[in-house]
């Protein structure tokens, strides 16, 4: 509406020079000799329709891509900070074996701390005295006969290992065996760095 009125205002002022007695502006000079006419229709016209292009708003003058494309490329102050590498578990995990106790045994997982009594017990017939006769579990002294019968205990039927070592021919025997969980396995910090030989980075 304003590029509108202007163009009015400038016609009315054309016109109005025109009316006087000195020469008509250049806008409105007609060949030598010529007779200038006026169309009022210019007046009330669109200027589209004289060839004239409204000018585009933007209200947030902002420039719009072009619908052609359709991809927005990303800005590089946009301060968006790229995700570090991602970390994980690394190393490689402490051996069973080398475990002598339990308590260092299970600190490794999949080591397993087994203890047992071992060996085989002596034969009951193989004891010469009433004292070694009546220390044999299953053995028994006959006075009579002044020697030692029955069947000695095996080793096998023991859980503690002072009464396995009490039997003639058994031993305590206990040790540190399986396969430790790989470094690789793990996706928490915690339990990566809670396993012997194992770091998360």
């Given amino acids: 509406m304003s590029s509108r009125k202007s163009f009015h205002a400038a016609a009315l002022a054309a016109l109005a020079l025109a009316a006087c007695d000195g020469p008509a ?3 409105l ?3 030598e000799g010529g007779v200038l006419r006026f169309d009022a229709a210019m007046i009330d016209g669109d200027p589209a329709d004289a060839g004239v292009s409204p000018p585009v708003r933007t209200d947030s003058g902002a420039t719009r891509p072009t619908r052609d494309s359709g991809i927005t490329q990303p800005s590089s102050d946009s301060g968006v900070t790229r995700p570090s590498p991602t970390e ?3 190393g490689v995990p402490s051996g069973c074996f080398a475990r002598t106790t339990r308590t260092t045994c299970e600190q ?7 203890e047992q009594c071992e060996g085989i017990s002596a034969s009951c017939y193989s004891q ?3 004292y070694t ?3 044999q579990d299953g053995c028994y002294w ?3 006969r002044d020697d030692c019968s029955g069947s000695a205990r095996p080793c096998s039927l023991y859980s503690g290992d002072s009464t396995c070592r009490r039997q003639e021919g058994c031993r305590w025997e206990s040790d540190c065996s399986g396969v430790p969980r790989s470094c690789g396995s793990y996706f928490d910090r915690f339990a990566c760095n809670a396993q012997p030989g194992c ?3």
């Fill in 25 to 27: 502006p250049p806008m």
């Fill in 29 to 31: 000079r007609g060949p």
């Fill in 88 to 90: 994980s578990c690394h």
């Fill in 108 to 114: 490794i997982e999949g080591c397993i701390y087994d």
């Fill in 128 to 130: 010469w005295t009433h």
């Fill in 133 to 135: 006769c009546i220390s």
């Fill in 142 to 144: 006959n006075s009579s």
């Fill in 199 to 201: 770091s998360w980075y």
